[in-house]
């Protein structure tokens, strides 16, 4: 079921009111806000991106006429999802001191990253620098598999004396594009193996990450959202690690493929796209390696406890959606809702959103002078003007040859780039009509994008005479259909409608099709 006029011609936004974190706007503006909102009918526009600003905004609708497919007509209200409103950034790193990790040859490290700073949108990109390294390639699985960057620091596995040395934590947000290096190190002593082995009991397992065992009703609890993929971390010097779902059938985890979606790396568990089957309580287990019959039920050998929950919102969402060019917030409806959720007068929440601004003034018109549609003939030299700002992250063209489109190359014979991003082709030929497109992207994560179409005639002495016949069509004055009985079927998130047809045969076999 949707809400859109053209899906379900009854349905209609009776009346729209904005909220942020829960209080009516209208309030909010009262205590002398009022120059940072404008209210247009379900629109919501917001200036200045200021710190006060920030919370969480949604739209309530009250929606009348919907009809089921039973052809009942209801009320219902509809609360929108919330977008939590943030200023993007990184802030610097909290106060701390050096840290020294000691392990022996062979083992595994966990470098911390202390002091992490505050980073939204998160999580931050997290990877280290050795001191004195003849590269200055920042580490992480990224670049080579025996690092594993979490989200609270890094592991080197099977470390080497080569290892030693003094490291330190770079974190990066994506969406800004800033970076922030600690000013502290983390110093990695190694200890090589001794030659031999020692007489007596071999060692017992030994928990370094986390930092201490816990119980399953005090479990470490970790949020995802599904489609995301996480790391739940455990370190154990002298052990053999096992993973189980705690009180459930526990899934097949690969030790070997680093293609599987549940994948033990080290003694880590590693989950790709989540889903909210994985939900539920972990532990992963230190076991001696001597013991010929473990048990993991046993209390003699340490565990931790992870409590994964996967947040999976509902398909269903009155969404709030942004327009491009003067960043007004619209409140809008979004196919689709089990019959089940709307009978009656109800309150139905959606997804979550996140929305994130930066400190800079909104960057939306990157481009000064767009490109305008151009008519040329075989052999001229053709110029689509583009004119950006000064300041951006990058700038190219597109082609688009097929519907994927393709980049236009630019070092290639006939063409290249002038100006701040306009485009020349020397020379064109016919296989050079299309589509092109600039394309320039922020220092943030805006883009702009302006698209003209390049014509290319053949090159003739005489203008070809032509002449239009228009075809003779017998026209009846009962020539049309009426559909009517609409219906609406849902099954999760599919829709189907389904609707009757009424006319003369002429007219129903002259129908092309339905949108």
Known sequence: MAMRNDVIVQAKFDNVKWMKDGESIDDVMKRGNKEDFIIDGSTLTLFGGKQQLEGDYQCVAGVSGVRLSNRQVVKTTLVSDPIKLRRARI?????T????????????????????????PGPAEICFIKSGSDSDECLSDKVDSNYLSTSTGMQISVVQPHHAGEYYCVVRNEYTKQTRKSPRYVKLRVDPTENGT????????????????????????????????????????????????????????????????LRQVWGNLRIRQVNQGDSGMYSCHGLSPFDESPSLHEDGHPKVYYSLIVHSPTDVHLEMNQNVRDKSWQCISRPAMDEAEIYGPGLERGRSHNLYVVSSPSRDHLIKQGPVNVTATI????????????RVNSKYWLKEFSLDGSYVPFGAARTQRVGSNSLKIHKVEKKDEG????????????????????????????????????????????????????RGFVTGSHVRIQWSVIGKMEALSSIAGFK
């Open 198 to 261: 020692s007489p007596g009991q071999p060692d017992p397992p030994q928990l370094v990450f986390p930092s201490k065992e816990n119980r399953p009703d005090s479990p470490i609890s970790v949020d995802v959202v599904a489609g995301q993929d996480i790391i739940l971390e455990c370190v154990f010097v002298d052990a053999k690690v096992v993973w189980i779902k705690y009180g459930d059938l526990t899934p097949q985890i690969s030790l070997t493929d680093d293609e599987a979606r």
């Open 91 to 95: 802030t610097k790193f909290d106060q």
């Open 97 to 120: 001191t050096n840290h020294y990790v000691h392990v022996k040859q062979g083992q595994v490290a966990r470098l911390p990253c202390a002091g992490l700073p505050d980073v939204v």
């Open 379 to 390: 052999g001229d030299d053709v110029e689509l003007i583009c004119l950006v700002i000064q």
């Open 435 to 486: 589509w092109y497109t600039c394309v320039v992207v922020g220092e943030g994560s805006e883009k702009s994008e302006q698209q003209a179409y390049l014509r290319v005639n053949y090159r003739t002495t005489t203008a070809p005479f032509t002449a239009t016949v228009e075809p003779y069509i017998v026209k009846n004055k009962d020539d049309h259909v009426t559909m009517e009985d609409v």
